[in-house]
């Protein structure tokens, strides 16, 4: 075992089942080990490297920024964060952003915003409630969704198994299953602050919602005054073939969460509220020292100019269709059972329970892969990926499963 797995066991806390490689340098669609030997990367870091690794747009302005501000902490202004703001607000919500360091803690103010609507407009609110007390402050999330580990966002995410161990959990969340308008409908009252999900469950096993099942949510917050919460931190900036996933339906939602890629893969994330509750937190309310920081921020809007230039988006998405257009054919030659997903955040079904051996094996023939479960293995290879290198997972993938 390499001196460098044996320090891992030794001084870092057992919370990941790692696969045995140790990776030196990255550089476009592939990761290299000590030996300099090339795996092509078809996780993309979880969907965070999208521009491929160390982009050298990315590169660049990080370097630059490093030489110039690192960290200035929020009392002040710098200038990377207000620009990269803008470029998010501009292209999504129209409203205001706030930034964090991660995926959870964009879904942890998404979650304490919703929280301070709800008592803004009812209970020890504005209004105030006969009781005095702010009833207004359940929040529902969808059952195999996934929203991070902190406290709160553990709660929002509606897996048993995750929970378990570190209950009693935060109060106030229902969970309906995925797609079930009626479950929706019952579930919903002017006591609900929020509806929160993921366009398309990724850790869930890459489930699409329905339209109609999005359509219905945003009907119901309207009706409830309640706030739709799409949690973007996967689905955003570019995944599945549009900027974000909520336009492939239409349905905008009132606050959306990013993270993952959104700095080209240093550490970041974003709340976006639509204008007319940009301005639920103020000042006192809600804080992260690191958060907007320079050098990510600098970093994000390359990412933004990289997302947003001429034909980007329609190369994924052209490029999610042809990767789609091989996994059918794997379904029809019988070997996986279902293909899902939008864009490049793609995921097939296995007939039996071996994604995760279907994963080692991969990784011994210098393929990078992901499973969500025993039977679902799912693709996120950078944005940037090219036609012959989907053809080569696929390949694998056919004679893997054929025996
Ligand atoms: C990864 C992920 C998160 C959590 O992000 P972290 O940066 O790991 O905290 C939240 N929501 C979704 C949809 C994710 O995919």
């Known amino acids: 075992m390499s001196d460098i797995i044996k320090q891992y066991e030794s001084y870092v806390m057992p919370t990941y089942g790692r696969q045995p490689v140790v ?32 982009h050298p747009a990315v590169v660049r302005a990080a370097q630059a920024q490093l030489s110039e501000l690192i960290h200035t902490c929020n009392l002040y202004y710098t200038k990377p964060g207000g620009e990269l703001a803008k470029l998010i607000s501009d292209a999504s919500l129209g409203g205001k952003v706030f930034f964090a360091n991660s995926g959870a803690e964009a879904n942890e103010c ?9 008592y803004d407009t009812s209970g020890t609110g504005k209004n105030g409630s006969a009781s005095g007390v702010n009833e207004k402050y359940r929040i529902i999330t969808l059952e195999h969704g996934f929203h991070g580990r902190t406290m709160a966002t553990l709660t929002a995410t509606a897996q048993p198994a995750k929970q378990e161990p570190f209950k009693p959990l935060l109060p106030g969340f229902t969970y309906v299953p995925a797609n079930d308008i009626d ?23 890459v489930h699409p919602l329905k339209k109609e099942f999005l359509e219905a949510a945003r009907e119901l917050a309207t009706k409830h005054k ?18 974000f996933a909520y336009e492939h339906s239409g349905v905008k939602p009132d606050v959306m969460t990013l993270a993952k890629s959104l700095a080209g893969a240093l550490p970041i994330g974003a709340t976006v509220a639509a204008p007319a509750y940009s301005d ?22 390359a990412v933004m100019n990289e997302l947003t230039a001429p034909g980007f988006l329609e190369s994924v998405e052209t490029k999610g269709d042809f990767m789609r257009s091989l996994l059918e054919k794997l379904k029809s030659d019988g070997l996986v ?41 799912r693709f996120l290879p950078p ?20 025996v």
Request: hydrophobic share 45%.
């Open 110 to 118: 998404a979650i304490k915003l919703a929280r301070k609507y709800g």
């Open 337 to 377: 059972t279902e293909v899902r997903g939008a864009g490049l955040m793609l995921a097939v079904d296995l007939p039996e329970p071996k994604a995760a051996s279907v994963v080692t094996q991969a990784l011994a023939s210098k393929i990078i892969l992901n499973n969500t479960s025993e039977k679902t293995i």
């Open 183 to 205: 479950a929706l409908t019952a579930a919903v009252d002017d006591n609900v602050c929020a509806i929160m999900l993921e366009p398309v469950q990724g850790e869930g096993g």
């Open 226 to 243: 309640a706030l739709l919460i799409f949690d973007e931190v996967q689905t955003g900036l570019g995944r599945t073939g549009k900027l």
């Open 280 to 301: 639920v937190l103020t000042p006192g309310m809600h804080a992260t020292t690191f958060g907007g920081g320079p050098v990510p921020c600098a970093a994000g809007i």
């Open 23 to 54: 990776f030196v340098r990255g550089n476009g669609c592939y990761l290299y080990n000590e030996e300099g030997v090339a795996y092509l990367d078809f996780t993309a870091g979880l969907s965070i490297n999208n521009l491929g690794h160390c």
């Open 383 to 402: 944005l940037v990926v090219e036609e012959g290198m989907i053809e080569a997972v696929v390949e694998f993938l056919q004679t893997a499963l054929s």
